[in-house]
């Protein structure tokens, strides 16, 4: 593996073994309450990117992934600009998440549907266990930007929650975020 760096102020990774991949409003379908306010918008409005160095290819027993969550500010009818959100394929695999710059909720939901979340900031290190969803949501007015290390046989399962969803949602309230 050749030379990869990364920006202590932003962590965004260059280099060998870096990828990147990029959700848009239009990937996002179903993904927020109010699905008739989201296909309203404009779909090839930039939601998140992240991107990741990968040493080993995934699926690989025992390694490690490194990545960078970033998620644009915004909202759709009132709820955060989100990711869509997974458990892992082997549910018992666990993860870090780190904040580095901007606001936002790190909101984690069990198998028995039960929802939290955990404020993110620069400097916020969140262990997310395994049997645990999560999904990042930017409550500020700036990129979110999150780091993450989890293990490259952990996989995602989307389909869980594409099917049944988180139990509560994260909306603007009067007095700041709200899990309704
Ligand atoms: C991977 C880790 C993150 C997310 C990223 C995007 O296990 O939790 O890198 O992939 O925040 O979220 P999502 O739900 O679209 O994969
Ligand atoms: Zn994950």
């Given at each position: 593996m050749g030379k990869t760096e990364i920006s202590?102020?932003?962590?965004a990774f260059t280099g060998e073994g870096v990828t990147e991949s990029r959700r848009v409003?239009?990937?996002?379908?179903?993904?927020?309450?109010?699905e008739a306010a989201r296909a309203a918008?404009?779909?090839?409005?930039?939601?998140y990117e992240v991107q990741m160095h990968a040493a080993?290819?995934?699926?690989?027993?025992?390694g490690l992934f490194l990545g960078v969550s970033c998620l644009r500010p915004g909202d759709v009818a009132g709820e955060y600009f989100m990711t869509k959100g997974h458990f892992h394929a082997r549910r018992e695999t666990a993860e870090y998440y780190w904040g580095v710059a901007g606001e936002g909720a790190l909101i984690l939901m069990d198998e028995n549907g039960d929802c939290r979340w955990e404020k993110v900031f620069p400097g916020s290190v969140h262990y997310i266990p395994g049997n645990v969803a999560h999904r990042l949501a930017n409550t500020g007015t700036e990129t979110l930007r999150v780091g993450a290390c989890w293990p490259s046989?952990?996989?995602?399962?989307y389909a869980t929650i594409a099917a049944s969803g988180f139990t509560k949602r994260l909306f603007k309230g009067p007095n700041g975020p709200e899990l309704r």
């Open positions: 202590l102020s932003s962590w409003l239009g990937d996002l379908k179903g993904v927020f309450a109010d918008m404009d779909q090839d409005q930039v939601v080993v290819p995934e699926g690989t027993p025992g046989d952990a996989g995602h399962d």
